[in-house]
């Protein structure tokens, strides 16, 4: 038995009793901040709710350790535990527990089991919102101080093993950039700077629509899969096309780079992935194919950079759409050096990207395994027999 099984048959032999959450916490909404106030160089983060702060101001509202719940937009629902002194705006509910009641803590892990709950009370036909009743009424269980300070010591330790880990994988993106660019920019080194046109050619694919995906049938690849799926290389396809249908389509071969070739914003554009499946897969019309001789994935992650960005910018035609056309792609220059230069630089990069993105092998598996477990263990500690009341 446990230390929190033994303090339970001490304390609460006959179960907890349960109350509405704002009987033991004040629900506080934040105030309006001017635009004008959010700087660069503020002191305080800004938040109006959601996972991360809009912006920094130089004032301040509530202080440091402190649950939030977004009140509106899209997120609203969300539990946050803000650690620094902060700016709470209009559109975020600050959660204050009578301590002598209920610790801090326990409130925000309770908070975080009921997360979707909130986030499927959401409401309005515009911006959606959270209503405070909606909050104010979800019954929380209240065992003795003693049992909820252990069950916050477990609990913590989980959020604490993921936070370090989340920071790890930040510094790990962080270091791929730097090597990227530096790997990838050959400052000071003679090599010879060769445009794609000159390099290989571009096959831009043919139009089908979401509708058309199926689970099995001919692999494909939608431009929209590219920037929510895709990273630097693919070996299977994740949505597939009939047979008939993807016949009349045009195709990338093993070797062959994707780029992407249209999007919301500028930004968009120019995104690749190394095509490295033995079979071919059908591009959408807002991709182009691009064959070469060069080590498909030294190409990929030259496509990650600024120097390639900056270059084919100026080509971008910008309207509802933006886009870029085989012959803007085309007049990008990249790096030529040997082909074991070529596959030593990718091999290097390809380490970092498997750290930084492989959710089976990498920090985020890790992150993700350390999440499932911390959620395990919250919903095991955090379900009570009720207290009887005859």
């Given at each position: 038995?446990n230390?929190?099984?033994e303090?339970?048959q001490?304390?609460c032999?006959?179960g907890?009793e349960?109350?509405?959450l704002?009987?033991?916490i004040?629900?506080?909404k ?18 109006n709710?959601?996972?991360?702060y809009?912006?920094?101001t ?6 440091e ?7 509106g937009?899209a ?23 009578k301590f002598?009641?209920v610790l801090?803590?326990?409130v ?15 409401h309005?036909a ?7 009743s909606?909050v ?26 993921e936070?370090?880990?989340?920071a ?22 003679d ?12 096959t831009?694919g ?5 509708t ?33 249908l ?5 195709v ?5 780079v ?9 930004e ?6 190394a095509?490295?499946?033995e079979e071919?897969v ?10 070469h001789k060069?080590h498909?994935?030294y190409v ?6 600024d ?9 971008i ?10 012959a ?5 220059k ?12 990718a091999?290097i990069l390809?380490?970092?990207?498997i ?18 477990q ?16 005859g």
């Open positions: 038995m230390k929190i099984d303090l339970m001490q304390l032999p006959e907890v349960f109350k509405e704002g009987k033991v004040k629900l506080e934040g105030k309006q901040l001017n635009k004008t106030l959010l700087t660069e160089s503020g002191k305080y983060p800004a938040y709710g959601g996972s991360s809009s912006g920094f130089d004032r301040y509202n509530y202080d350790n402190t649950i939030i719940i977004s009140q937009g997120s609203a629902g969300f539990v946050n535990f803000v650690r620094l002194k902060f700016y709470a705006n209009a559109h975020c509910y600050v959660v204050l527990p002598e009641v801090n803590r326990y925000y892990h309770f908070l975080k089991l009921n997360q979707e709950k909130l986030t499927d009370k959401q309005g515009g911006i959606p919102a959270l209503r405070t909606e104010l009424k979800i019954p929380i269980p209240i065992p003795p101080i003693e049992i909820q300070e252990e069950i916050v010591k477990t609990l913590d330790l989980f959020t604490e093993l936070a370090e880990l989340e790890e994988l930040e510094a790990r993106k962080t270091q791929y950039t730097h090597y990227r660019d530096s790997l990838l920019g050959f400052e000071g080194k090599v010879e700077w060769k445009t794609l046109g000159k390099l290989g050619e571009f831009r043919r139009r089908f629509v979401k058309d995906m199926i689970e099995e049938g001919v692999p494909c690849i939608h431009y929209g899969e590219m920037y929510t799926h895709y990273k630097i290389w693919a070996k299977e396809a994740k949505s597939f096309l009939d047979p008939t993807a016949s009349r389509l045009r990338a071969k093993k070797g062959d994707i780029i992407v070739a249209a999007g919301e914003t500028i968009d554009i120019g995104q690749g992935v095509w490295l499946g071919d059908v591009i959408h019309d807002a991709c182009f194919a691009f064959r060069m498909p994935n990929s992650h030259f496509l990650q950079t120097i390639f960005h900056s270059q084919i910018k100026r080509h035609s910008s309207g509802k759409i933006s886009a870029i056309n085989a803007g792609l085309s007049k990008a990249i790096p030529v050096p040997s082909i074991e230069e070529q596959q030593r630089i091999a390809d380490k970092f990207h750290l930084i993105n492989d959710i089976s092998v990498g920090l985020p598996a890790e992150i993700e395994a350390r999440r499932k911390y959620e395990y263990y919250r919903n095991r500690l955090l379900t009570f027999k009720p207290l009887s009341n």
